[in-house]
């Protein structure tokens, strides 16, 4: 936006998406439930006596044009629903939605469907994709409901495809996709509408921790490409401040606080706030099953010094984990100690260092720590019968707690 120079420089804000005053009720005895709640009673009693659930209540908030707003809070507060309501699919009980200043309910059915297919997209925690379809045809099907052209369509899905980095794997099905890789189908199906407004309920929850941080990188180098709003549901309070222009914490139906990441750290508007904000880090906690990994070289007992130093040789390593014919661990053979067996110094008994340090798939990450920083090789990950499950490398703990 342009600021006249003769005029104060105050940045005007400019909204996209207004919210005002937004009710949504489940059930059908409606207006006995707005009795109730005007007498003060509880949502709990009001659920009880007339089969009502309020699953929104009284909501308002502004979203900026360009900008992502972050809706927290925890499960049942009302995050989807809020959501639902911005394209219509469900009609709120009350209040209104304004679309750059149009009243959402004055709308024709044609002006409803042109909204919701042009100007405001959808993606789902639940990938939502056509699985008979290949990447590319899920990338294209809006635009395809919408008539455009093939040649059109392919080639604006091909510019999503490559903005969510996943060229090249265009034809493959999505059923041959990881969850992550489907995701990034769903935002670039989302994306290759080109809408004004992207929702996204809880896109990456689904996901492990390690490729979900890769999704909310590439959630901000999309939106520093693209420049969408954003309406961002999550319940991971990081999330909503890594991603988040602005956060509105939910509670119950209403929302408690809308701020920006930082003026919330620093003024919670109450203890339920604090109470999300303090569990920040503890969101955070990873596990060892995380982070680890199938070691490159294995090899069993039996199967000796030859084929050890092979594996190595092609993975270009210097140690190999050895294994009994049941997985159990034995330990961990280094490529000197290898040649030492080859030349006949040693024996590959002897050859085997057994006291390596050793940890569960259910260990927390920063209990690691210690170990970590006086292990020789990486941590093994073993089962409850010692049966080798992963290693984790001290680089994959150190990462994990940046
Ligand atoms: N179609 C429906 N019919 C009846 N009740 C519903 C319906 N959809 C949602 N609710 C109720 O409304 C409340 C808010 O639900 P909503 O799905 O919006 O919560 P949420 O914050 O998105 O939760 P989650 O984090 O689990 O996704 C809940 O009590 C839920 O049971
Ligand atoms: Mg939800």
Known sequence: ??????????????????????????????????EMQAKGRSRDDILKETGVTIAVDDVSFEAERGKTFSLIGLSG?????????????????????????????????????????????????SFGLLSHRDVLDNVAYGLEIRGIDKKKRTDAAM????????KGWENKNVGELSGGMRQRVGIARALANDPDILLMDEPFSALDPLVRRDMQFEMLSIQEKLNKT???ITHDINEAFKLGDQVAIMRDGRIVQTDTPENM??????????????????????????????????????EGVALALKQMRSNDLSSAYVVDNRMKFIGVITLDNAFRVRAGELSFDDAIVRDVPATTRDTQIADLIPLASQARFPIVVLDEKGRLEGIISKAAILTSLQ
Not at 7 to 15: L, Q
Not at 83 to 88: A, E, I, Y
Not at 159 to 166: A, F, G
């Open 1 to 34: 936006m342009q600021n006249n120079p003769n005029t104060n420089p105050a940045p005007e804000r400019d909204i996209i998406l207004k919210v005002e005053h937004l009710t949504k009720m489940f059930g059908r005895r409606k207006s006995q439930a707005k």
């Open 230 to 232: 954003i309406i961002f």
């Open 77 to 125: 507060s009302g995050k989807s629903t809020v959501v639902r309501c911005l394209n219509f699919l469900w009609q709120p009980t009350e209040g209104s939605i304004f679309f750059n200043g149009e009243n959402i309910a004055d709308y024709s059915p044609q002006q409803l469907m042109e909204y919701r297919r042009k100007h405001i997209s959808m993606v789902f925690q």
């Open 265 to 302: 750290t620093q003024n919670p508007a109450d203890d339920y706030v604090r109470d999300f904000i303090d569990s920040a880090d503890k969101a955070q906690i990873y596990y060892v099953k995380h982070f680890m990994q199938r070691p490159a070289c294995l090899i069993r007992q039996q």
């Open 159 to 166: 510019r999503m495809i490559e903005m969510v980095n996943l």
